[in-house]
């Protein structure tokens, strides 16, 4: 899958591009499902809220064969290649698991700050895709976007390791104010099956989920090969050493894998 020529300036201008509809339902049906078996098992590639849910699962294409797949497949990697004009590899590959009720925020921050604090990355040339696995809606925890603000670079981050289970580099409330009298919020919403890709400078975060509805989303973060970490200090699970490019699946991967499961 190659962006268009308006996708492409549209992500320049914003740092994000939204791409509603890219999984069809049986597609999506197979990685919720698959989701589901990963959250269920007890490892330390699995980090939990203070009530005990899954919050996070790092690291799932590495024991589960429809996440690895989902690392490789093209509708995801092509545009980062496309993007970074050269080969990616997987930084880091997580299930983001805000769960009905109890799923708790994710502070206001960028990803560049901690990959270049906690990994050593030299530069911004990495990327957050994520894969809607749930219907995102305004009312169940959707991710926050300060459309614009990857523009003003690499601001200032104070590493929070208090307030929740994730430790993680973010923004004081005076700056996250300026960006946002500034430039706004967005919530991408929609359907399961939606495709968000950002910028790693762009300012977000997201509140919790009180309601009856889970909000799981695929994040796969594809650095540029040439732009791999120097300094790593996380667990390899969280922050991958293995810089090999990533070679894109066929597109109908998913769908053979589905079958297979079947027969």
Request: with cysteine; charged share 20%.
């Amino acid at each position: 899958m190659q962006l268009t020529p308006q996708q492409l300036k549209d992500f320049d201008e914003l740092g994000y591009l939204f791409l509603p509809e890219c999984f069809n339902a049986d597609e999506i049906a197979l990685l919720k499902q698959e989701a589901a078996n990963v959250l269920s098992q007890q490892r330390p590639e699995i980090w939990r809220e203070k009530n005990g849910a899954p919050r996070t699962a790092f690291a799932a294409h590495t024991y589960n064969d429809a996440c690895n797949i989902l690392a490789s497949h093209p509708r995801l990697v092509k545009p980062l290649q496309q993007l970074f004009g050269e080969d990616v590899y997987v930084h880091q590959f997580k299930i983001n698991a805000k769960a009905a009720f109890t799923g708790e925020v994710w502070q206001w921050h960028q990803d560049f700050p901690t990959w270049h604090a906690d990994d050593g990355m030299p530069e911004a040339r990495a990327m957050n895709i994520a894969v809607f696995l749930d219907e995102v809606m305004p009312i169940n925890g959707p991710l926050m976007l300060v459309p614009r603000s990857h523009k003003s670079g690499a601001l200032k981050s104070e590493h929070d390791l208090e307030t929740t289970s994730y430790p993680l580099w973010t923004l004081d409330q005076p700056t996250v104010t300026e960006m946002v009298e500034k430039n706004g919020i967005v919530t991408p919403t929609g359907r399961a099956g939606g495709v968000l890709m950002f910028h790693a400078n762009l300012v977000h975060g997201s509140a919790g989920n009180i309601t009856p509805y889970p909000r799981r989303i695929v994040y796969l973060t594809l650095n540029a090969v040439s732009n791999a970490i120097q300094k790593p200090t996380r667990p390899e699970f969280i922050a991958h050493q293995d810089f090999t490019p990533v070679k894109p699946t066929a597109d109908d991967a998913l769908a053979r894998y589905t079958g297979k499961k079947a027969a």
